[in-house]
């Protein structure tokens, strides 16, 4: 296996991998340095079954199943499967979906800045995406570094920042896609709270830990966290920050959601994008509700205390 940088500060393309069978002791290993260092990996021409790509990522920790058996209730899908994710504007019957078909939506929610996982309470360690069909123009799927955005961070911000916590709440996503949930689902994923630097176990880089979902922050009133929220996504996510991807059928992108933010980019919805994800969840978090430990204890997996919703704005 070899690994050949992709830009200047993160991404790498990795060769002579195969896919189709179990990583063996080494190329795990090889493959656990390399995503620890470089966050995003790409391996190009690996036409791989959903069956391959199940087998293969849950050599890197347990599948997550909660995320599709949760989308299995709202809508529809091909796959009939509780691991794999229809990442697509395909429909149950294989047709390219409505605008407002519920895959569609789901999909457009990608567009977003996010870490998978980041608004449930067992976030995802790896995901692995494999495109199907891919269209001529835009779909690309972009990455912003989070090591990067905190090493960036002016040192009274920083400071600021290490003693503070963040509401990550999937409503808050929603609200921006105009879905207006039914009450009976409201309660069941509740903000989750994090810390806002962490630092991650393999490579040892602290993190800036923002997103989409970030809708709150320990200590300041909704709205001035909201504000600073906007400030920390828009200065993690400046272009220099960023790994584009453009895909090609075949393609398969594999990623750390605790070192880098994902977004898909636009498209043409009447043209087919077809992509399956696997994801394998994170440990500590996925044990449920902890007391949020101290700073030093943040070295390994998410640990995260859940609480009620934001406090509603009162004038
Ligand atoms: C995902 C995701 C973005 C894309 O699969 O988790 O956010 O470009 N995808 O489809
Ligand atoms: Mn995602």
Same mark, same amino acid.
């Given at each position: 296996?070899?690994?050949?940088?992709?830009?200047?500060?993160?991404?790498?393309?990795?060769?002579?991998?195969?896919?189709?069978?179990?990583?063996?002791?080494?190329?795990?290993?090889?493959?656990?340095?390399?995503?620890d260092?470089?966050?995003?990996?790409?391996?190009?021409?690996?036409?791989?079954?959903?069956?391959q790509?199940?087998?293969?990522?849950?050599?890197?920790?347990?599948?997550?199943?909660?995320?599709?058996?949760?989308?299995?209730?709202?809508?529809?899908?091909r796959?009939g499967?509780?691991?794999?994710?229809?990442?697509?504007n395909?429909?149950?019957?294989?047709?390219?979906?409505?605008?407002?078909?519920?895959?569609?939506?789901?999909?457009?929610?990608?567009?977003?800045?996010?870490?998978?996982g980041?608004h449930?309470?067992?976030?995802f360690?790896?995901?692995?995406?494999?495109?199907?069909?891919?269209?001529?123009?835009?779909?690309?799927?972009?990455?912003?570094?989070?090591?990067?955005?905190?090493?960036?961070?002016?040192?009274?911000?920083?400071?600021?920042?290490?003693?503070?916590?963040?509401?990550?709440?999937?409503?808050?996503?929603?609200?921006?896609?105009?879905?207006?949930?039914?009450?009976?689902?409201?309660?069941?994923?509740?903000?989750?709270?994090?810390?806002?630097?962490?630092?991650?176990?393999?490579?040892?880089?602290?993190?800036?830990?923002?997103?989409?979902?970030?809708?709150?922050?320990?200590g300041?009133?909704?709205?001035e966290?909201?504000?600073?929220?906007?400030?920390?996504?828009?200065?993690?996510?400046?272009?220099?920050?960023?790994h584009?991807?453009?895909?090609?059928?075949?393609?398969?992108?594999?990623?750390?959601?605790?070192? *880098? &933010?994902?977004?898909?980019? $636009?498209? !043409? =919805?009447?043209?087919?994008?077809? #992509? %399956?994800?696997? /994801?394998?969840?994170?440990?500590?978090?996925?044990?449920? *509700? &902890?007391?949020?430990?101290? $700073?030093? !204890? =943040?070295?390994?997996?998410?640990? #995260? %205390?859940?609480? /009620?919703a934001?406090?509603?704005?009162?004038?």
């Amino acid at each position: 296996m070899r690994v050949v940088p992709l830009g200047e500060r993160f991404a790498a393309e990795v060769l002579d991998l195969d896919l189709t069978r179990p990583p063996t002791a080494a190329e795990h290993d090889a493959v656990v340095d390399a995503v620890d260092r470089y966050a995003v990996l790409v391996l190009r021409d690996q036409r791989i079954s959903a069956e391959q790509q199940t087998a293969w990522l849950s050599g890197f920790g347990p599948l997550d199943s909660e995320v599709q058996r949760y989308f299995n209730r709202l809508a529809a899908n091909r796959l009939g499967s509780d691991v794999v994710t229809d990442i697509s504007n395909v429909d149950a019957r294989s047709d390219v979906a409505a605008r407002l078909d519920r895959q569609t939506i789901m999909n457009i929610g990608n567009a977003f800045w996010h870490s998978d996982g980041s608004h449930y309470h067992h976030p995802f360690r790896y995901s692995m995406l494999a495109a199907v069909a891919v269209p001529a123009l835009g779909g690309e799927t972009e990455f912003a570094d989070l090591r990067a955005a905190h090493d960036r961070l002016d040192a009274r911000t920083r400071g600021f920042l290490s003693a503070r916590t963040g509401a990550f709440w999937s409503a808050y996503n929603r609200i921006r896609l105009g879905i207006i949930d039914p009450p009976q689902t409201h309660g069941l994923y509740p903000p989750v709270e994090w810390p806002l630097i962490r630092r991650h176990p393999g490579s040892g880089r602290d993190v800036l830990w923002v997103g989409q979902p970030l809708c709150q922050v320990s200590g300041l009133s909704v709205p001035e966290g909201r504000a600073l929220a906007s400030d920390l996504l828009e200065q993690a996510t400046e272009r220099e920050n960023v790994h584009v991807h453009r895909w090609a059928a075949g393609d398969v992108v594999l990623w750390d959601n605790r070192s *880098v &933010l994902h977004r898909g980019r $636009r498209f !043409d =919805l009447a043209h087919r994008r077809e #992509l %399956r994800r696997v /994801g394998t969840k994170d440990d500590v978090a996925s044990l449920g *509700v &902890l007391d949020m430990p101290s $700073r030093t !204890d =943040l070295n390994d997996g998410f640990p #995260l %205390r859940l609480r /009620g919703a934001p406090e509603p704005l009162r004038t």
